[in-house]
């Protein structure tokens, strides 16, 4: 008898409410992580790994932090600011705060 087992990855969208993309500005942003779990004859079994939550663009199909990687690349001078809502910091080329979405005043 053949014993299937192994670990995949399991994508698991932690908020359902759409949020304002800090890229292009739409709301079809969500927070997502991935979980890899143990599983046996295909049904997940246990959770053996906890990812850690990432913000994604269904339309840009990017992640915030992608995004920001390839745009500190081109401007390696971006300033930071600090998103007056949650206080987090953020680089200035964000239009929408990537944490909890509100609009960043310029
Ligand atoms: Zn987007
Ligand atoms: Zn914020």
Known sequence: MFL???VT???????????PCPVCGLHQAYY???DHYFNL??????RVKKGE???MCERCERTVHEFKKEHSS???DIQETTC??????????????PYCGTRISK
């Not at 990855?9 to 949020?19: G, Y």
């Not at 004859?41 to 246990?46: E, G, R, S």
């Open 4 to 6: 299937i087992a192994g």
């Open 9 to 19: 990855p399991k994508l698991k969208v932690l908020d359902s409410t759409p949020k």
């Open 32 to 34: 997502k992580r991935v």
């Open 41 to 46: 004859f295909f049904i997940p079994i246990l």
């Open 53 to 55: 939550p990432f913000f």
């Open 74 to 76: 081109a401007w390696p």
């Open 84 to 97: 007056h809502h949650c206080g987090k910091k953020l680089e200035k080329i964000f239009e929408y705060c």
